[in-house]
């Protein structure tokens, strides 16, 4: 499975480095800007979207603040408001396929990939949902002018974007459909995202543009490898140690509940990503945390996806917090001010967090309806 990183990754930094953007944002604001709210839906949306190819919700903050923010600076979002909805909604798209962290996850802990992207899909649409909630609450409260829906604009652009509208369902039906194995999807997804940016438009010149952007990917996902290697190694240390083995026998006899040590588990958690970068984060806990889940009768599945939705909240907090300095560097703004704007998103998004934590069915529902 280790091969898919590097593919994925690759078929991200194509739509990155391309017109996707640009194609995507037209798509999002032509279907939603009509409905009261519907710059901030736009925001949430696309942002979920592209960060699910990316794999870097910081990547997303700078591809797409300077088209978002003008957007919902000209339906009247305070700039508060909407510095906070575009910080908070970068890391929205973690839990849909085919998102890295899902991959390297699905890597660390030795569970099929195909899982991982079903069970994250619902508590993807979970995170959306309560941020697009927050954003539309957020907006003018005052009565303005909202453009009636243009037929023609929106057939218009969903044509111009078809291609990138696409490529999830490359990916998925390659996964589902017994056509490829992990690897070989991830490889055509590459091909398919190279074909759309660097033939069908022709955003990346193919001689001058492609070798830069492989080179880039393969810089980021170098260092991704060493920490993965260095964390497995560490890692092991901790298995002959029998660190995993102590930790269960700790925990089972102090913590009884379930209910109790999924609470727990979201607090350390929470510190976990206050802490640690998400790829580290991945790498050194899941090794603990799995046989724990286990011992509680949790499956590696739903116990990863809960895992992923609190390191989305890593993103969002001190001292190490991605989007917060990403935004602060886009937007020339202090961290602090960064920080204050985010403070009401962090609160719907933990919801959201709760909800996937105690609904089970949020997570297994599709892996039950394929068979798994």
């Not at 929205?92 to 996850?105: A, D, K, Q, R, W």
């Amino acid at each position: 499975m280790l091969p898919t990183l590097p593919l994925f990754t690759l078929a991200g930094y194509f739509l990155a480095e391309g017109g996707a953007a640009k194609r995507l944002v037209r798509v999002f604001s032509a279907l939603f800007s009509g409905f009261r709210g519907g710059p901030a839906l736009v925001t949430v949306l696309v942002c979920a979207f592209f960060t699910s190819f990316t794999g870097a919700s910081g990547v997303t903050i700078l591809a797409l603040g300077g088209l978002l923010m003008p957007i919902l600076t000209g339906a009247r979002y305070t700039e508060k408001n909407a510095l906070g909805l575009l910080t908070g909604s970068g890391s929205l798209g973690l839990l849909l396929p085919p998102c890295l962290p899902l991959i390297v996850y699905a890597i660390v802990a030795h569970v099929p990939i195909q899982h991982m992207f079903l069970g994250g899909i619902v508590p993807a649409f979970v995170m959306i949902i309560v941020t697009g909630l927050w954003g539309v609450r957020g907006g003018p409260r005052d009565e303005f002018q909202l453009s009636s829906f243009d037929w023609k604009e929106a057939r218009q652009a969903l044509w111009y974007a078809k291609w990138e509208l696409l490529m999830p369902l490359v990916a998925l039906l390659a996964l589902f459909s017994g056509f490829a194995t992990p690897v070989e999807a991830s490889a055509l997804t590459a091909l398919y995202a190279f074909l759309i940016e660097a033939v069908i438009h022709r955003d990346l010149h193919i001689f001058r543009d492609v070798p830069r952007v492989m080179a880039e990917c393969g810089l980021l996902i170098g260092g991704v490898l060493l920490i993965l290697g260095v964390s497995l190694g560490f890692t092991s240390y901790l298995v002959d140690a029998e660190v995993p083995a102590r930790a269960v026998a700790w925990t089972t006899h102090n913590v009884h509940s379930p209910f109790l040590f999924l609470l727990l588990l979201n607090g350390f958690m929470l510190v976990v990503g206050c802490l640690i970068e998400i790829y580290p984060a991945i790498v050194i806990e899941v090794p603990l945390l799995v046989p724990l889940g286990a011992a509680y009768g949790i499956d590696p599945i739903r116990l990863g996806i809960i895992f992923l939705a609190n390191l989305e909240l890593g993103y969002l907090t001190p001292p190490v917090g991605l989007n917060l300095l990403m935004s602060s560097y886009r937007f020339r703004k202090p961290v602090g001010e960064v920080l204050r704007s985010v403070l009401p998103v962090v609160a719907v998004l933990s919801v959201g967090v709760l909800l996937i934590t105690y609904i089970p069915g949020l997570t297994t529902v599709l892996p039950s309806w394929f068979g798994y």
